[in-house]
């Protein structure tokens, strides 16, 4: 029976880590080139974090932007660089709170501002996605994502997305997270479980995605 | 004796596989996975879909759009020299004027009633017998400046007189100005 390859899920080669140990620790001495290659190398991937947490370009456009302005202010107090990644996602999760926060405040005072109706409409909108095919099945893959997200409690879905969406280890997600790794692990497979039940998604997986 | 679904992994022990196998010491199960199909089958299974899932949303996301801008300056130690020197100069100023607030609002000399103070009810005036009392008397009669006081008692004679400050104080709903 040949063996299936798949990919190394989460941390990056061990190169790479270490060359991002080591940007950090010229940024926190305040070496400007440093930090302006970590954000190159963290961009698109904070980016696509802040984007499935909020459906939103416009949002995690400028959210994203908060983040590396909050890093290049506060790197100074990053205690160990090696651990970059899990406090640069965690300046991430605390903006997309925050962003969550205000949106559900502002919410109150009107039943559809202004923005909220442009974000609806940005997130309904497929992105670059060329073909009409494509764009049934953009739209149809976050409709199914969402149906299982939304039963999913908020720390089985965050440390789910974290692990399988954002490709963080079980390590980082607990220093994003600030909890034990064994509550971490609990969580997780609590989403496993019922990801594995899902079977519309998993159907709908199999038959759209190679 | 253990019957062949006792011998297979759980769907614990799979979880864990497909979440830590870069992490996981070489374990029996690790064997196991190599000689059961069974088990083999469930784990690759739901690593694939699992795949998918992280591959749709890479694909069905957008790429930025926008540049990063960062702040002129050094990382770090820009905020830590301009703006936290700013916020201790802004410190010190806020402490200056509350400390010279303080020192215009403080005790002042006791008014007479020509002053427009209406002297204290009976059940007040034999408060004053009391030393404790004349003191908080005392403080209650010089807490507001004088002005305050004399609008307080033209509003008493004649609510119509200052309805300009009760506008100020309390401005009608169909104000739209007030944010």
């Known amino acids: 029976m040949p063996e299936t390859h798949h990919p190394t899920p989460a941390s990056p080669t061990p190169d790479t880590a270490t060359e991002n140990t080591e940007l950090a620790a010229a940024a926190k001495n305040g070496n400007r080139y440093a930090f302006t290659r970590l954000a190159d190398r963290y961009h698109e991937r904070i980016f696509k974090m802040v984007f499935y947490r909020t459906r939103s370009r416009p949002d995690a456009e400028d959210i994203t932007q908060d983040i590396f302005l909050q890093a290049f202010r506060s790197i100074h107090r990053l205690k160990e660089p090696e ?11 605390n903006r997309v709170t925050d962003h969550h926060r205000k949106k559900k405040f502002r919410s109150l005072f009107s039943p559809l501002m202004e923005n909220d109706r442009e974000d609806i409409e940005n997130a309904e909108r497929p992105h670059e996605a060329a073909e009409a095919v494509d764009r049934v099945v953009q739209a149809q893959f976050w409709e199914q994502i969402q149906a299982l997200l939304g039963q999913l409690p908020r720390m089985e879905k965050e440390v789910f997305m974290l692990r399988f969406f954002d490709d963080l280890g079980i390590k980082e997600i607990s220093q994003v997270l600030g909890k034990s790794e064994s509550t971490i692990k609990t969580h997780l497979y609590r989403a496993l479980a019922k990801f594995k039940e899902a079977s519309s998604l998993r159907e709908f997986l199999g038959e759209n995605l190679p | 004796m253990k019957s062949a679904a006792d011998m297979h992994l759980t769907d614990r022990r799979i979880f864990e596989f497909l979440s830590e196998r870069d992490r996981l010491p070489p374990t029996s199960e690790h064997d196991h996975l190599e000689n059961c199909n069974h088990c083999r089958g469930r784990v690759d299974a739901l690593d694939d879909d699992l795949r998918r899932l992280k591959q749709g949303a890479e694909r069905f996301a957008p790429a930025p759009d926008r540049t990063l801008r960062l702040p002129e300056g050094l990382p770090g130690k820009s905020r830590r020299s301009g703006r936290f020197q700013a916020w201790k100069a802004g410190l010190g100023i806020a402490a200056t004027f509350g400390i010279l607030l303080l020192a ?28 404790e009392m004349a003191e908080v008397h005392l403080l209650a009669r010089n807490a507001l400046p004088t002005s305050y006081l004399a609008i307080t008692e033209s509003i008493e004679q004649d ?13 009608p709903l169909e104000d739209n100005s007030i944010s």
């Open chain 1, 83 to 93: 651990r970059f990644e899990g406090w640069l996602y965690r300046i991430a999760m």
């Open chain 2, 104 to 131: 215009l609002i403080g005790i002042r000399p006791d008014r007479t009633p020509s002053m427009g103070v209406a002297p204290p009810p009976q059940a007040a005036v034999d408060d004053l017998e009391d030393p």
């Open chain 2, 159 to 171: 609510p119509d007189e200052e309805e300009g400050f009760i506008d100020f104080l309390i401005p």
